[in-house]
């Protein structure tokens, strides 16, 4: 069964550092998005990319954020200058052409820890 | 803004028995709701999607129902199972975005 596959499971890095979370959506997909947990708290919606543009974005997704398709599989959330409350649970989703009507299916998440 | 609350936060039951969890939402223009299970430090696990347009939705030993007008759904949990001890989140989507419930953490006891 196709799944949505996200690297590294798990990334440490200092405050201050830039780091790329990656996903391989669903190959026939073409809706794509990032969540984030923060321990404890609520998943909550950071972005969504459709036809190589930004859909809609949250509040929570500031100029320190930024989404790539740089090939025709990979989607990748980029975190420039990391802050301590970065530190999270990061999910990539995916869903197919009619963003309103279809289910979203999520990766395994990369864990984010910003010491 | 769209609010999802579940209730309760959390759920212990002994084996076998059916259980139900609640998922209430401020703002009923929805497309769909999904509700997702989540084990500890894992990813989350699509369960059922309901369309606003339905009422009820099954797999296996789950049932969800939507009731969009009164801004709530519920998962119906059939002779629980140890296995099914997780955390189970709803999620209602108003466009293209998923909003999250803070979750009901289940725990079934042999």
């Known amino acids: 069964e196709p799944e949505v596959t996200q690297t590294p499971s798990h990334q440490v890095t200092q405050m201050g550092q830039e780091v790329i979370l990656r996903c391989v959506p669903i190959s026939n997909h073409l809706y794509f998005y990032w969540y984030r947990q923060i321990l404890g708290q609520k998943v909550e919606f950071l972005v969504s990319?459709?036809?190589?543009?930004?859909?809609?974005k949250s509040e929570i997704f500031d100029d320190q954020f930024s989404v790539e398709r740089p090939d025709g599989s990979n989607f990748t959330l980029k975190i420039r200058s990391t802050k301590l409350e970065d530190s999270a649970m990061y999910f990539c989703?995916?869903?197919?052409?009619?963003?309103?009507?279809?289910?979203?299916?999520f990766g395994p998440g990369t864990r984010l820890t910003v010491t | 803004k769209q609010e999802v609350t579940q209730i309760p936060a959390a759920l212990s039951v002994p084996e076998g028995e059916n259980l139900v969890l609640n998922c209430s939402f401020t703002d009923s223009a929805i497309y769909n709701l999904q509700w997702f299970r989540q084990d500890p430090g894992k990813g989350l696990t699509s369960l059922l999607l309901?369309?606003?347009?339905?009422r009820e939705q099954t797999s296996g030993r789950l049932n969800a129902s939507l009731d969009k007008s009164s801004g709530r759904s519920t998962l119906y949990i059939a002779a629980s199972q140890p296995g099914d001890s997780a955390t189970y989140l709803c999620a209602v989507n108003s466009g293209s975005r998923l909003t999250f419930g803070e979750g009901t953490q289940l725990t079934v006891n042999p």
């Open positions: 309901i369309q606003s347009s339905q």
């Open positions: 989703a995916s869903s197919e052409a009619a963003r309103r009507i279809y289910e979203q299916y």
């Open positions: 990319f459709y036809n190589n543009e930004i859909s809609e």
